[in-house]
């Protein structure tokens, strides 16, 4: 069966990103790779970058990783409003739901508060301080 992870790029701040999604989520990164640790004569890297995430990755749940990247400065800035895709998360409970939301809201933009949806779960949408789009949600098998 596959399994899919989110990936999201960042434009230099996918650390800070990263440990504010810690703090929510719990956990440990399961590896963490500068732009200077892939440095070569083929690849260089500049100064100005070199500290930047190139591969991050939080567990949450037993299967599912969180990934994300600084996108190097040649390659141009990401769209950090772009509305294309969200990121979903399933709890196990209404109160984790709530929690999630609560933590990972904060300091975004709320588009759908906690509560019933038209789909049939109970679910809350927003936009976290980093531009990023979630939906936490939780699904009664009932």
Known sequence: ??????????????????TFYKSVFGGEFTKVVRFKDISSAEYPV???????????ALPIGADTLLIANDVPEVLGRVNERENRSKILVSTDSKEEAEKLFAGLSAGGE?????????????????????????????????
């Open 46 to 56: 500049s100064e100005k970058e070199e500290n930047k995430i190139m591969y991050i």
């Open 1 to 18: 069966m596959a399994t899919i992870h989110s990936w999201i790029n960042f434009n230099g701040n996918a650390e800070e990103a990263f």
């Open 110 to 142: 709320v588009e759908g508060p906690m509560g019933d949806s038209p789909w049939g779960s109970f679910a809350g949408v927003f936009r976290d301080k980093y531009g990023i789009e979630w939906i936490i949600e939780f699904r009664s098998t009932k």
